[in-house]
C-alpha cells in the first residue's frame, strides 16, 4: 500500500531539499552579481592587468599592494577620505539627533516640517554637487555674492577650506536621512521609564543623558554605521566641484580609485586599491561595534 | 540515475522557460525581407556635443543624400564620458561604434593597443584628399610609429585673446608708457604678459582670466608658458626636462601673474569660469581655444555689447599648445569601408572647406587660406593668425600614458599655485612622478 502522500519524501527531496532549491535563485543572482565581481577584483590585484592591454595579463602577485604602502596619493586620499567621513557624519549626527528631538516633540505641523526637510536626501548626489557648484562660485554664486555684501569673502574651494566645504555639501544632504533614522529610534522608545524619571524630578537633560541615550545605543550604531559606510564612498561632489583639487586636498579615495582604474586604465592597481579600502571600512566598522559595546556593558 | 535526471529537469525546468521565453521576446519577429548586401549600413558615431558636432551633423544630411547606402547615428555626448565609452567598445567582441573621435593625448595609447584601424590604404586611394593640406603639427598626431591612424576633425590650440579696445585706448596707453617706458602692446614674451597683467590690474580689470584648475586645464595654461620660458616636458632624446630652468621660471611667472592679475579665489577656474570673466568684460586676457574669438565677438553671442572688442594673437613666445580632436575607425568595427567613406567625404578639401565656412574649426591650409572662407567666414586676419599658431604649435602631450601624464602634472602645478608646494618641490615631483610613469610604460 502506498503510503500517505503527506509523509511521502520522493527522491528529488533528499537530493536538493525544498528549502534550498528555494534559496538558489537567491544564491545564483548573488553570486553573479556580488561574489563573482569580488573574485574576480581580488584575481586582478594580483595581476598586471590594464584596460589597455586585456591580452597581456600578468601575474604579480602581492605587487600592487606593497606598492600602496609607499603611495604617497593613495594614502593622502585615504586620510581626506576619513577626515571627510569624521567632519560628515560627526555633524550630521549632532544636527539629526537634535532635529530629532524637536520634531519627537508634540510640534504642530511636525509632519510637514518632517517631509520638508527629508527633500535633500531625494536628490540624486551628484545633482547636489553641480547646484552647490554654482551656488558656492565665487563669480556666480549667490552665497559668496550675500557674503561679500557683509564684508566675507570666503573661498569656498581654497586650498584650506575646500575639504570641509564637501563634508558641509553632504550635511546638507543627508543630515535629514539621520534624523529619520534618529527619530523612528525616538519613536520607538518605551514611555515608562520616562514618566518615572519625570515623576523622580529628573531634568530634560538629565533625561536625555540617562534614559535616551543609553535606550537609543543600538539605533544610534545602525544610524552612524549607515551613514558612515555611505560617506566612505563620496566621490559625486568631488568629480562634479573640485575634482579633487587645489592639488590633492580633496581627493578622496573613491575618486582616487577612480582615476587609476578609468582613467589611466589600471585596473589591476585599482583593484588592490579597493581591497585595501575595505579592509580600512572593515576596521572601522570593528572598532565602532567594539566602542558602543563596552560602554554598554560598562 | 532516472530519477536523478529527472529531479534536476524539475530544478532547472522552469528557469530553462524563462530563458526561453525572454530570448523569442528578444528575436527578430520576422526573417528580413531582403539579402544583407541591400541593406544600407548604419555607422554608429560617437561625438562630443560641442558646436562643430552641430555642423557635421548639418552636412551628414548631404553626406546620407549623396550616399543613400550609409546611413549615420550620432551618439553625442559630454567629454567626460566620452572616453570610457570609446573604451568599451573597443572590448567589446562587436564595436558599439563604427567611427569615433580621439583626443590628441589618447592617439598614441589607443593606436599601440590595437585599438584603431590603420587608415593609410584608404587615404592613398581616394582621390584628391590631399593629406598634406592638413597643417602639419595636426597631421602628425594621427601619425604612430609611421601609420595613420587618425584625420583631424577640428583643432583647439592655445592662442592668446585679448579686450582689444583697452590696448588701443588712449589714455590706457599713456599711463602704461609713463609706468613702463614703453608703449602698450600686444605682449610676446612672459615678461611683457606679466607687466600687461599687472597693468591692467591697476586699472579695475583683471590682467589674466587664468584656468588654474587642478589636472588638464593647469597642464594646458601652463605648457604655453613654458614654451614661451624655452622649456618642454621632455628634450628631443626623450629625457624629462620639465623642471630645468626654464619649468622653474615658467612656473614662477605663472603664479606670480596669478597673485597679482588674475582674479582672487580662482584656483579652480576652468574653461567655462574664464570665458565668463572676458565676456563679462571682467578680464583683459586670457590664453585660450582660438575658436573662442568668433564666440566672443558674435554679435548676439555672450560678450553682448563688447561683441567686436576681442582680438585673438600667438601666445606670449609664439608657440602654442596644440590640441585636435582627429576622426579615426576602431579596428573591431565591421563597417570600416563605409566608415572611410564618411570620414573621407567629411575631411575632404571641399566638405571641410563648407565645414569651415559654416564655423568649424579649420585644420586644412588651403581652407585658411581661402578667400572665400575669409568672405563667408571671420576674415582674413582670423585665418590667417590661426593658421600662424597652427603651424607653431607642439601637441600638449604624446605617447601611451600622456592622459596620466596630463593629470599627474597639472596636479603637481595645481599645488604649487595653491601654494601647498614650493615651485622647485611642485616641479621635482612633477618630473620624478613622469619619469616614473614613462618607467612603467
Known amino acids: ?298 | 540515475m532516472k530519477t536523478q535526471l529527472r529531479s534536476i529537469y524539475k530544478l532547472f525546468a522552469p528557469w530553462l522557460l524563462v530563458v526561453a521565453l525572454v530570448l523569442s521576446a528578444c528575436a527578430p519577429m520576422t526573417a528580413p525581407a531582403q539579402p544583407p548586401s541591400a541593406q544600407p549600413v548604419t555607422l554608429t558615431v560617437i561625438m562630443e556635443q560641442v558646436p562643430d558636432y552641430d555642423i557635421v551633423a548639418e552636412l551628414t544630411k548631404r553626406f546620407e543624400a549623396e550616399h543613400p547606402d550609409v546611413r549615420i547615428r550620432f551618439d553625442p555626448m559630454p567629454y567626460d564620458a566620452m572616453r570610457d565609452k570609446i573604451l568599451t567598445s573597443f572590448l567589446a567582441p562587436q564595436a558599439t561604434y563604427d567611427v569615433i573621435i580621439v583626443d590628441n593625448p589618447w592617439m598614441d595609447e589607443f593606436a599601440k593597443a590595437g585599438f584603431l584601424a590603420p587608415l593609410d590604404d584608404y587615404i592613398a586611394a581616394q582621390e584628391g584628399y590631399n593629406l598634406q593640406d592638413f597643417v602639419e603639427p595636426l597631421r602628425a598626431i594621427g601619425e604612430v610609429d609611421g601609420q595613420l591612424y587618425g584625420v583631424p576633425y577640428y583643432n583647439y590650440a592655445l592662442g592668446l585673446i585679448v579686450r582689444q579696445d583697452l590696448f588701443d585706448d588712449p589714455s590706457n596707453q599713456e599711463k602704461f608708457q609713463a609706468e613702463y617706458g614703453r608703449p602698450l602692446t600686444i605682449p610676446t614674451t612672459l615678461e611683457e604678459y606679466l607687466e600687461v597683467g599687472q597693468f591692467f590690474m591697476a586699472q579695475g580689470i583683471y590682467g589674466a582670466a587664468m584656468q588654474p584648475q587642478r589636472g588638464y586645464k593647469v597642464f594646458e595654461e601652463w605648457k604655453n608658458w613654458l614654451y614661451a620660458a624655452g622649456g618642454n616636458l621632455m628634450d628631443a632624446e626623450g629625457n624629462v626636462i620639465l623642471d630645468n630652468e626654464a619649468g622653474q621660471k615658467a612656473l614662477e611667472m605663472y603664479i606670480e601673474m596669478y597673485k597679482t592679475a588674475a582674479p582672487p579665489n580662482s584656483l579652480n577656474w576652468g574653461f567655462d569660469e574664464a570665458l565668463r570673466a572676458m565676456a563679462a568684460g571682467e578680464a583683459a586676457t586670457m590664453l585660450s581655444y582660438n575658436w573662442m574669438l568668433p564666440t566672443l565677438n558674435k554679435a548676439d553671442g555672450p560678450a553682448g555689447d563688447l561683441a567686436g572688442a576681442f582680438a585673438l594673437y600667438e601666445p606670449p613666445g609664439g608657440k602654442a599648445v596644440l590640441g585636435a580632436w582627429h576622426w579615426a575607425i576602431p579596428a573591431n568595427t565591421a563597417n570600416k569601408d563605409a566608415a572611410w567613406r564618411y570620414i573621407g567625404w567629411l575631411t575632404s578639401p571641399a566638405v571641410d572647406k563648407e565645414r569651415v565656412i559654416l564655423g568649424g574649426a579649420p585644420i586644412r591650409t588651403s581652407v585658411m587660406n581661402d578667400p572665400e572662407v575669409w568672405e563667408k567666414g571671420f576674415g582674413r586676419e582670423y585665418y590667417e593668425t590661426v593658421l600662424r599658431i597652427l603651424e607653431d604649435a607642439e601637441p600638449l602631450a604624446r605617447g601611451q600614458s600622456a592622459e596620466e601624464i596630463i593629470n599627474e602634472v597639472g596636479t603637481y602645478l595645481n599645488s604649487a599655485v595653491a601654494g601647498e608646494m614650493s615651485v622647485a618641490e611642485a616641479l621635482s615631483a612633477a618630473a620624478a612622478k613622469v619619469r616614473e610613469i614613462l618607467a612603467r610604460s
Do not use: C
Open chain 1, 1 to 298: 500500500m502506498r503510503p500517505p502522500l503527506l509523509h511521502s519524501r520522493s527522491v528529488d527531496e533528499t537530493m536538493i531539499p525544498f528549502k534550498y532549491r528555494l534559496l538558489l535563485p537567491m544564491a545564483v543572482t548573488l553570486a553573479a552579481v556580488l561574489i563573482y565581481p569580488l573574485l574576480f577584483s581580488l584575481w586582478a590585484s594580483l595581476h598586471d592587468y590594464r584596460l589597455t592591454a586585456v591580452g597581456d595579463v600578468r601575474w604579480v602577485g602581492l605587487e600592487h599592494y606593497a606598492a600602496l604602502a609607499t603611495n604617497r596619493s593613495f594614502w593622502n586620499a585615504m586620510r581626506n577620505t576619513v577626515i571627510f567621513v569624521a567632519v560628515a557624519v560627526g555633524l550630521e549626527f549632532a544636527l539629526g539627533f537634535l532635529l530629532a528631538i524637536l520634531l519627537h516633540r508634540a510640534t504642530p505641523f511636525r509632519h510637514v516640517f518632517r517631509a520638508l526637510l527629508l527633500t535633500p536626501a531625494f536628490i540624486t548626489p551628484i545633482a547636489v554637487g553641480l547646484i552647490f557648484r554654482f551656488l558656492l562660485n565665487s563669480q556666480l554664486g549667490v552665497i559668496p555674492h550675500l557674503l561679500r555684501s557683509v564684508g566675507v569673502d570666503v573661498d569656498w574651494f581654497g586650498p584650506n577650506l575646500a575639504l570641509f566645504s564637501l563634508a558641509l555639501i553632504d550635511v546638507w544632504q543627508w543630515t535629514p536621512f539621520m534624523m529619520l533614522l534618529l527619530l523612528a529610534g525616538l519613536e520607538a522608545l518605551p514611555p515608562e521609564p520616562f514618566e518615572a524619571a519625570r515623576v523622580d524630578g529628573a531634568t530634560g537633560w538629565q533625561a536625555l543623558r540617562h534614559i535616551t541615550f543609553p535606550l537609543m545605543r543600538p539605533v544610534i550604531l545602525a544610524s552612524l554605521l549607515i551613514r558612515m559606510l555611505d560617506a566612505f564612498k563620496v566621490y559625486e561632489y568631488v568629480y562634479a566641484i573640485t575634482r579633487g583639487g587645489p592639488g590633492e586636498s580633496t581627493e578622496t579615495i573613491q575618486y582616487h580609485i577612480y582615476r587609476v582604474g578609468f582613467l589611466y586604465y589600471r585596473a589591476g592597481e585599482a583593484a588592490a586599491m579597493a581591497y585595501v579600502l575595505m579592509a580600512v571600512i572593515l576596521l572601522f566598522v570593528v572598532v565602532l561595534f567594539y566602542v558602543v559595546r563596552r560602554e554598554a556593558t560598562s
